[in-house]
């Protein structure tokens, strides 16, 4: 009977202990999951362009508008692209060194002035050809009047060869920087046919050095002050 007795008390004791540790447990995880759900931040995002893509991280999450999640003790990075505009880069933290996130963020997201001063072309970085029937001397001596109209310094120019090359122009931006050149081979003698190319590239990064050619790439659109020389020089040469 004592060893019946025993065992009920030592089962009774054991569930005990097991359903008190499991209790135990599951209040641990709850807390933890508390503390974290709970730790996080929410801010509405907002920006004046709709569609513009929000980035968070370096990953897409939406556009236009969404809800955005700071980490407890943790940071992210919010970077805001749209064509036409300045692309935006905002942190927010969620640490207790720093000021609390925002519960609600508007971005007035602000126009490229790179995009606004140039036109998308299909003009830039092609041959075009440009036949002459003045002969050499008097066409040579038109093409030079009209590339230095647009560019005023001829970098290397050799009328034997016909061939011209303007030094690059340079031009800043608030997050960009373009320089164009006019560059012109003569490609037939006879009949006389020049190829003109209107060489147009950017950096993405202002004040980036007009030397810098491992920053530069090709750029599908020129500066407007640069956009009617092709036409100019194929009205003038005939």
């Not at 009977?1 to 054991?14: A, D, N, P, Q």
């Not at 002035?113 to 036949?131: G, H, R, Y």
């Not at 490609?187 to 950096?203: C, G």
Request: hydrophobic share 35%; with cysteine; glycine share 4%.
């Amino acid at each position: 009977m004592k060893k019946k007795l025993t065992l009920i008390l030592t089962l009774i004791i054991t569930s005990s202990a097991i359903a008190s540790n499991h209790d135990f447990k599951n209040s641990t995880v709850n807390s933890t999951t508390r503390e974290h759900v709970f730790g996080k931040k929410k801010i509405d995002f907002g920006c004046s362009v709709t569609d513009a893509e929000i980035f968070v991280n370096g990953k897409l999450l939406g556009k236009g508008n969404m809800e955005l999640l700071v980490p407890n003790k943790g940071c992210i990075m919010v970077i805001v692209k749209r064509i036409g505009y300045l692309t935006e880069r905002i942190e927010f933290c969620n640490k207790k060194s720093m000021p609390k996130p925002p519960r609600t963020y508007y971005l007035e997201m602000r126009r490229d002035d790179s995009f606004d001063a140039s036109i998308q072309t299909d003009i830039a970085n092609v041959d075009i050809e440009l036949k002459s029937t003045m002969g050499k001397t008097k066409t040579w001596k038109l093409i030079n009047q009209i590339v230095l109209s647009y560019i005023d310094v001829i970098e290397m120019t050799d009328k034997e060869t016909g061939y011209l090359r303007t030094s690059w122009s340079l031009k800043t931006f608030i997050q960009n920087t373009v320089r164009t050149r006019i560059i012109i081979k003569e490609s037939s003698s006879d009949p006389l046919i020049f190829k003109v190319k209107l060489v147009s590239e950017s950096s993405g990064m202002p004040m980036t050095s007009v030397k810098s050619d491992e920053l530069y790439k090709e750029w599908d659109r020129v500066l407007r002050s640069y956009s009617n020389i092709i036409s100019e020089l194929q009205a003038r040469i005939k």
